[in-house]
T-cell receptor, first 114, second 114 residues
Framework: EAQVTQNPRYLITVTGKKLTVTCSQN?????MSWYRQDPGLGLRQIYY???????DKGDVPEGYKVSRKEKRNFPLILESPSPNQTSLYFC?????????????FGDGTRLSIL | SQQGEEDPQALSIQEGENATMNCSYK?????LQWYRQNSGRGLVHLIL?????REKHSGRLRVTLDTSKKSSSLLITASRAADTASYFC??????????????FGRGTSLIVHP
């Protein structure tokens, strides 16, 4: 089954403790991205990747890192999480770049930073 | 920065009625997509309309695009309780020096009462 898998689904942690949210897709998609969803703000893109070893900042990249060492994986790293990063995070992928490609979303990771 | 904005923010209707939600955007686009998000889940792609198209259908969904008014509408006909979800429009944005960034609105929350 074609899917985007995120782990963990839920995480409660404390300020400053490094964490990684994994994302994997099995569709051989080139384009992958991370979003955060906050009430009243909709989805905002954090980082995206057009292919292996090619990443770039989205609209809200501060406090986050990403890497794309393999085509299928695109982990999101919070080196020193802070409470303002408490949010619902989504990973998405699409076959290619460009707004004509539909994106496939994971089921989300709910992060709470205390 | 917010590109698409959905209207209304919330919509409550009875089963069998039609639901119409609108999306306005600020800058020229090449494509516009609509997504659905069930509570606690990731977004699911519904339909894509290109800038040179005026109307598109998919099952009970009808999407229109008016590039002169920079707006789009999503019509769900004969709604069902299972249509209860949030609906988002997404437009493509190309910041200077960067690649394509899909930009989502804040969404319309639709409740369909049985």
């Amino acid at each position: 089954e074609a899917q985007v898998t995120q782990n963990p689904r839920y995480l409660i942690t404390v300020t400053g403790k490094k964490l990684t949210v994994t994302c994997s897709q099995n569709m051989n998609h080139e384009y992958m991205s991370w979003y955060r969803q906050d009430p009243g703000l909709g989805l905002r893109q954090i980082y995206y990747s057009m292919n292996v070893e090619v990443t770039d900042k989205g609209d809200v990249p501060e406090g986050y890192k990403v890497s794309r060492k393999e085509k299928r994986n695109f982990p999101l790293i919070l080196e020193s999480p802070s409470p303002n990063q408490t949010s619902l995070y989504f990973c998405a992928s699409s076959l290619g770049t460009g707004g004509h490609q539909p994106q496939h979303f994971g089921d989300g990771t709910r992060l709470s930073i205390l | 920065s917010q590109q698409g904005e959905e209207d209304p923010q919330a919509l409550s209707i009875q089963e069998g009625e039609n639901a119409t939600m609108n999306c306005s955007y600020k800058t020229s686009i090449n494509n516009l997509q609509w997504y659905r998000q069930n509570s606690g889940r990731g977004l699911v792609h519904l339909i894509l309309i290109r800038s040179n198209e005026r109307e598109k259908h998919s099952g009970r969904l009808r999407v229109t695009l008016d590039t002169s008014k920079k707006s789009s509408s999503l019509l769900i006909t004969a709604s069902r309780a299972a249509d209860t979800a949030s609906y988002f429009c997404a437009t493509d944005r190309y910041p200077s020096g960067g690649s394509y960034i899909p930009t989502f609105g804040r969404g319309t929350s639709l409740i369909v009462h049985p």
